[in-house]
């Protein structure tokens, strides 16, 4: 395992537990419109990484941040 996968499953691991207790503390009637966007975000955060985890273990390469447009390939 190289040293990108596992900073990227660490901070993976590490952003999903702050979405899920954004998500249980936040998101409730009457908090902070803030908070929620920060939780947000955190989640993307999570799934970028984990995208990135999955990019390594199948053999690609990282293009340097998660892009919603490298899920779309097309072969011409």
């Known amino acids: 395992m190289t040293l990108i996968l596992i900073a990227n499953i660490i901070v993976c691991i590490c952003a999903f537990i702050g979405?899920?207790?954004?998500?249980?503390?936040?998101?409730?009637?009457?908090?902070?419109?803030?908070?929620q966007m920060i939780t947000l975000a955190v989640g993307c955060m999570a799934?970028?990484?984990?995208?990135?985890?999955?990019r390594v273990l199948t053999g690609g390469e990282i293009f340097g941040q998660f892009q919603l447009g490298v899920l779309v390939i097309s072969e011409a």
């Open 19 to 35: 979405f899920v207790y954004g998500m249980i503390k936040f998101f409730k009637p009457k908090k902070a419109v803030y908070a």
């Open 47 to 54: 799934f970028g990484k984990l995208y990135q985890v999955v």
